[in-house]
């Protein structure tokens, strides 16, 4: 609105991948797949209320936060920018449902090592200790 900007390509992945970082740092990705999913169709038409909304507040936010602000309404207006989110966030999620699911399994494997460890100390002790006790009794015949 008050700056007259051209975003490349470049720009844009840059804004997408900074969305992206904060929502991962807040762990909001479940909640922002859904939110993007439902305003997908009033992309265009909210960006267009959003700049009439802060229109007033612009010139007051400073040059850079008001240039932020521009870019952030820029890229969002377009609906392949918010699935190009999206699909990064579906990504990520998949990636720790992965992980997760590997250190579950993982955890599941050392119990039950341990189990087998313990369950052999104990046999073994056991063992020995029949061997002593056939070795005390037989000592006194």
Known sequence: MFWDIELTDEEVDQVIH??????????????????????????YVGGELLRVALAPLMPALGESLGLT???????????????????????????EEVNRKLAREKEKRNKLEEKERAEATKKALRDAEKKNRKRWFNLGK
Not at 26 to 32: L, P
Not at 73 to 88: A, G, S, W
């Open 18 to 43: 900074e969305t992206y970082k904060k929502i991962t740092e807040y762990k909001m990705e479940t909640i922002a797949i859904l939110v993007l999913e439902s305003l997908k169709p009033w992309s």
């Open 69 to 95: 602000t521009e870019k952030i309404m820029q890229v969002f207006e377009d609906r392949k920018n918010l699935e190009k989110l999206i699909l990064i966030l579906e990504e990520n999620l998949k990636k």
